[in-house]
């Protein structure tokens, strides 16, 4: 199902992903469009495509798949666009001024004779330049979303490839689709691949598979892995590409020279990584252990008694497990403490905080994952 209208109103935009909530005045109703709406503003006129769902909470609403810039149809849409305040030098009177002026010929005018528009008081021959800059521009990053669209790529990654690449970025990505998957994280190698198949990259392309390795040790990292056994790569990239384990083996070789991947043989297996997750886990790992190799200054004395007093205080049991946890902490500068849910991590934290602020230590405490007790 298609509408096409003017927004009327943002009521909700995500700065990151483009997610919106917007009024679209059509022919016939005004109706809440949402979906991955990038670059859209207040009085463009659109073309969506989807269909009408019912929100618990909201009601009806549009749910936008696919959608298409449009020019106004009349010169009052054009004048109300024009007059938005996202063309630049132009406010309301002044697009009135234009339209009053140029008429039909407006757009034209803009786009291939913008000196004329100095002949309007207000519009200096420089202001001038700079409008019809400021128009194109937009138009520009409208092609980007009908670009990615036509390719089938989500409208939701139009404003990260814009920011990257700019008014080029058609043409950047037409040339090498696959570099996408540096630009938008997250985004699936197959929707690439299927864009760049139908522009006419050939199954055995080089770029196809080294981005394919790519992929493959990016998604190992979104689990959590910095690495993988070569052998399992080897085998999920070679059913991804559809192409042989040793035509992948030739370009791991490749990639390994121009320093993109690292090969490193542990226990006579050969774990593969991508060169900046092994640079990191190389600096990470420096770091421990010149804070492990340092004087402790965090030592306690007489650590067990302090505990029992402790567990007095507060009323709790410690386990034989927990209790091992705490003193190799105040044994060791480095120290890890794994464990599943519910199996006592923070009432381990929460007794070495106490310990420490009781013998006159600062405590920091650092959550990454933004979660703490």
């Known amino acids: 199902m298609e509408l096409e209208g003017e927004i009327e109103t943002i009521i909700y935009s995500n700065e990151m992903n483009s997610y919106t909530v917007a009024r679209l005045v059509t022919e016939d109703d005004t109706v809440t469009i949402v979906g991955f709406l990038p670059f859209v503003n207040p009085h463009d006129t659109i073309k969506v495509f989807g269909e009408f769902v019912t929100h618990k909470d909201y009601g009806e609403q549009f749910k936008v798949e696919t959608f298409k810039k449009e020019m106004p149809k009349t010169l009052d849409g054009l004048e109300r666009y024009l007059g938005s305040g996202n063309i630049k030098w132009i406010g309301e009177k002044t697009a009135h001024k234009i339209i009053e002026t140029f008429g039909e010929d407006t757009i034209y005018i803009i786009e291939k004779e913008p000196d004329k528009l100095s002949n309007i008081k207000g519009i200096t021959l420089d202001k001038a330049m700079e409008i019809s800059e400021s128009f194109i521009k937009n138009k520009e990053l409208w092609k980007i979303v009908d670009f ?55 199954q055995d392309d080089e770029q196809r598979i080294i981005y394919g390795i790519k992929y493959a040790l990016i998604l190992a990292s979104n689990n959590g892995h910095t690495c993988v056994l070569k052998g399992n790569l080897l085998d999920f990239t070679s059913s991804l590409l559809q192409i042989s384990e040793s035509t992948i083996e030739i370009f791991l070789g490749q990639l390994k020279v121009k320093e993109i991947i690292v090969i490193e043989e542990r226990d006579e297996e050969e774990w593969v990584y991508l ?99």
């Open 148 to 202: 990615l669209d036509e390719i089938g790529i989500s409208s939701s990654y139009a404003k990260k490839v814009y920011e990257l690449y700019g008014v080029d970025a058609v043409d950047e990505i037409r040339n090498d689709p696959y570099r996408l998957i540096d630009v938008v994280r997250g985004i699936s190698f197959k929707a690439i691949d299927e864009a760049a198949l139908k522009l006419g990259v050939n």
């Open 275 to 373: 060169k900046e997750f092994y640079d990191a886990e190389m600096f990470i790992a420096s770091k421990l252990i010149i804070l492990d190799n340092v004087k402790n200054r965090k030592h306690i004395a007489n650590i067990e008694e302090k505990l029992e007093k402790q567990e007095k205080l507060n009323n709790i049991e410690l386990s034989d497990k927990q209790r091992e946890a705490i003193k190799a902490v105040n044994d060791h500068n480095v120290c890890v403490i794994t464990g599943g849910p519910g199996t006592g991590k923070t009432t381990i934290i929460n007794s070495i905080i106490s310990l420490y602020k009781k013998e006159g230590k600062k405590v920091v405490l650092c959550a990454p994952t933004r979660k703490s007790s």
